[in-house]
């Protein structure tokens, strides 16, 4: 195997790193991407979180260069052990995201196999965990890029490189979709009579409610990916935050209405994607069964994506 070198990440890194990010990104999202600008920011910090951002102590990036090619690359986050981080996050240290090329064409000179600079790499992120000496050590696969989050299936050469590190799925998987703005209903009067749809600012993007005299009985929020340094490669994309309706109208076509709602206000933004979300399994975090939700996205034109595994932790090493 050629020599390999672990060392941190350098500006001059910048090029080749941009292209393993989308090359992963783009097996799980089709055609999206991220600009050189977008990745060397997101290794800084993360400004567009304000939640768990400011959580973060310490970061570091590291790569495994292989005959003057990045041939693995790890971006590792270190948690603060105090009141400064919240609970869930509390003297963790995390990698962030871990990505190799994983298939070297049979015979090619030109482009050697990656597998023993990524096991290289990963025995140095292990360590720096280790030396950093936290409660708990984490895995993800959080990259800069909307939809692309966990350890998705398509990155089974990830997984596994995780499981040899002593990291064990211990969370939950969600199921990423995607539909297209033109495949979406649109209902052509409202499902309830009296029903009217309302704009405003909502917590994740556009809030789009259906409002019923005084009551508001449902909403959708909609976020378009503004960010045009984000999607390099094409923009009109967005996700939906939110999408709830009052117990005693469901299942009377609302939530479909207000779809065709967002959809129409989408496409005069000239977004032509859409991206949602449901746990596969279990409740979320605000105790959500998405069972239902699994079945309304693709009767209403959503296709499913990528299964993602989130939530990998590996013991740490007794003293």
């Known amino acids: 195997m050629p020599s390999v070198e672990v060392r941190p990440f350098r500006r001059s890194d910048r090029e080749q790193l941009t292209r393993l990010v989308n090359a992963h990104a783009q097996a799980v999202v089709p055609g999206i991407g991220v600009s050189v600008s977008t990745v060397l920011s997101s290794l800084e910090r993360q400004p567009g979180e304000f939640i768990t951002d400011p959580w973060v102590s310490e970061r570091v990036t590291l790569v495994a ?4 090619r990045i041939a693995a690359a790890a971006h590792l986050l270190r948690y603060f052990a105090d009141e ?8 963790v240290g995390a990698i962030e995201w871990f990505l190799f090329w994983p298939v070297a064409p049979a015979g090619n000179p030109c482009w050697p196999d990656a597998a ?13 965990l280790e030396a950093w000496n936290v409660a708990r050590q984490e895995a993800n ?3 800069p890029v909307r939809g692309v989050y966990g350890v998705p299936e398509q990155w089974q050469h990830v997984s596994a490189m995780y499981e040899r590190a002593g990291f064990c799925h211990t969370g939950h998987t969600e199921i990423v979709y995607l539909a297209r703005i033109e ?6 009067q409202a499902p309830v009579a009296g029903l009217s749809a ?12 259906a409002v019923l005299g005084k009551d508001v009985i449902g909403y959708i929020e909609v976020e378009v990916f503004e960010e045009g340094e984000r999607l390099a490669r094409h923009g009109g994309w967005a996700d939906v935050g939110n999408l709830c309706v009052a117990e005693q109208y469901r299942r009377r076509g609302v939530a479909t209405w207000l779809l065709g709602q967002a959809a129409e206000w989408l496409r005069l933004a000239q977004v032509d994607r859409l991206l949602d979300y449901a746990w596969l399994e279990g409740t979320d975090y605000l105790g ?32």
């Open 288 to 319: 959500q069964d998405d069972t239902d939700y699994r079945a309304f996205l693709p009767a209403v034109g959503f296709r499913e994506l990528t299964r993602t595994r989130r939530g990998w932790t590996r013991e740490p090493a007794k003293a």
């Open 116 to 128: 023993g600079a990524a096991s290289a790499l990963m025995a140095s992120c292990v360590r720096q």
């Open 198 to 209: 309302t704009r405003s600012v909502g917590m994740n993007g556009t809030r789009l409610s």
């Open 65 to 68: 260069e292989q005959q003057d």
């Open 141 to 143: 696969g959080e990259l």
């Open 84 to 91: 400064r981080a919240g609970k869930a996050a509390r003297d």
């Open 183 to 188: 495949d979406l209903p649109r209902p052509s």
